[in-house]
C-alpha cells in the first residue's frame, strides 16, 4: 500500500467522519430548538396558571369578605351581628346545645 493510497484512505475517513459529525450536529440542534419550544409552551402554562390562581384567589377573598357573609347571614339567616348582651352565660350553653347522637343526654 503506497503513500497515496494510505492519503486518500484517511482522506475518506475524514469525509465520513465530517458527514457524521454534521448530521449529529444538526440532530442535537434540531433536538434543543424542540427542547427549547416545550419550555416556552411550559411557562406558558405556568403562566396561564398562575393568572388563574390569582383570579380565583381574589374571588376566594371576596366570597369570604366579612362584609358579604354579615350581609348573606342578615339575608338568607336573618342573622344580625350581636353584642356583648346577645353572647350566653357559659352556664347556659350546655343546657342550649342539642343532645350528642348515639348517646343518651345526662340528666
Known amino acids: 500500500m503506497g503513500k497515496?493510497?494510505?492519503?486518500?484512505?484517511?482522506?475518506?475517513?475524514?469525509?465520513?467522519?465530517?458527514?457524521?459529525?454534521?448530521?449529529?450536529?444538526?440532530?442535537?440542534?434540531?433536538?434543543?430548538?424542540?427542547?427549547?419550544?416545550h419550555v416556552r409552551q411550559l411557562h406558558q402554562t405556568i403562566a396561564e396558571t398562575e393568572a388563574s390562581n390569582r383570579a380565583l384567589n381574589a374571588e376566594i377573598a371576596h366570597l369570604e369578605s366579612p362584609a358579604r357573609v354579615q350581609e348573606l347571614s342578615q339575608q338568607h339567616l336573618e342573622v344580625?351581628?350581636?353584642?356583648?348582651?346577645?353572647?350566653?352565660?357559659?352556664?347556659?350553653?350546655?343546657?342550649?346545645?342539642?343532645?350528642?347522637?348515639?348517646?343518651q343526654a345526662h340528666p
Do not use: C, H, M
Request: glycine share 8%; charged share 20%; net charge positive.
Open 4 to 37: 497515496a493510497q494510505l492519503i486518500r484512505g484517511l482522506q475518506i475517513v475524514a469525509a465520513v467522519l465530517v458527514v457524521v459529525l454534521v448530521v449529529g450536529l444538526y440532530k442535537a440542534k434540531s433536538d434543543a430548538s424542540r427542547a427549547e419550544a
Open 80 to 103: 344580625t351581628p350581636g353584642g356583648q348582651s346577645a353572647a350566653l352565660p357559659e352556664n347556659d350553653i350546655a343546657n342550649r346545645l342539642p343532645a350528642p347522637r348515639g348517646r
